[in-house]
């Protein structure tokens, strides 16, 4: 029969295993929910521009974009 400590093992390295396996997928994840949970509820604005590189900016601290000539497309990634 197996001992609860070899049990207890087996756990931790499945589980680091699956962290380390997935760590990229997972952070990428919470990376990109965020940004759009962001975005989202106007605390980030973004705007693509000639070269389509992507562009973010805080709602209140911007002064290189003027926000009121934008029209209301959303143009989340």
């Known amino acids: 029969m197996y001992e609860l400590w070899h049990i207890g093992l087996a756990y931790v390295i499945g589980t680091a295993a699956g962290i380390g ?12 929910a965020t940004i759009d949970t962001l975005i989202r509820d106007e605390y980030v604005r973004s705007y693509e521009d000639e070269e389509g590189m992507v562009h973010l900016y805080k709602w209140r601290d911007d002064t290189q974009y003027n ?11």
Not at 21 to 32: A, D, H, S, Y
Not at 67 to 77: K, L, M
């Open 21 to 32: 396996i997935f760590r990229g997928w997972i952070q990428e994840r919470i990376i990109t």
């Open 67 to 77: 926000w009121e000539e934008e029209d209301e497309e959303d143009d989340t990634p």
